[in-house]
């Protein structure tokens, strides 16, 4: 698997697995797990997901799915552009640290700004 290089030097697939659209249908939940992990086996370590996807639900299917080999993934999440005030930003992370079941998030974005002024 081809990699980009991080300024801190970390290494990351160029390649990765996005999550938009899942978590939003219980039954489907064992399907993508079960697709997570097959990426993560074939090296599509980086896993993008967020907390407006299926409203928090694709990073509890990204929880199951890296349960037990976190250090295997690169995990970017995403803030909510009316979440990412100087306020409501710690707030949003903490929860999506919770929905991941994660102490840190690889990369945390905001999803789009919106009309969310780039100072605050």
Same mark, same amino acid.
């Given at each position: 698997? /081809? $990699?980009?290089?991080?300024?801190?030097?970390?290494? @990351?697939?160029?390649?990765?697995?996005?999550?938009?659209?899942?978590?939003? /249908?219980?039954?489907?939940?064992? !399907?993508?797990? *079960? *697709?997570?992990?097959?990426?993560?086996?074939?090296?599509?370590?980086?896993? !993008? $997901? &967020?907390?407006?996807?299926?409203?928090?639900? *694709?990073?509890?299917?990204?929880? !199951?799915?890296?349960?037990?080999?976190? +250090?295997?993934?690169?995990? @970017?999440? /995403?803030?909510?552009?009316?979440?990412?005030?100087?306020?409501?930003?710690?707030? *949003?992370?903490?929860?999506?640290? /919770?929905?991941?079941?994660? !102490? $840190?998030?690889?990369?945390?974005?905001?999803?789009?700004?919106?009309? $969310?002024? &780039?100072? +605050?």
């Amino acid at each position: 698997m /081809k $990699t980009v290089s991080l300024s801190d030097g970390d290494r @990351v697939p160029a390649l990765g697995q996005g999550t938009w659209r899942v978590g939003e /249908k219980k039954n489907a939940r064992r !399907d993508e797990v *079960a *697709a997570l992990r097959l990426g993560i086996e074939l090296g599509m370590t980086l896993i !993008d $997901t &967020a907390e407006m996807y299926g409203e928090g639900g *694709a990073e509890e299917v990204v929880a !199951d799915a890296i349960e037990g080999q976190r +250090e295997r993934a690169f995990i @970017v999440t /995403k803030v909510y552009p009316h979440h990412a005030s100087r306020s409501e930003l710690p707030k *949003a992370c903490e929860r999506s640290l /919770k929905r991941l079941r994660i !102490d $840190t998030i690889d990369l945390y974005l905001l999803h789009w700004r919106e009309r $969310t002024p &780039a100072l +605050e």
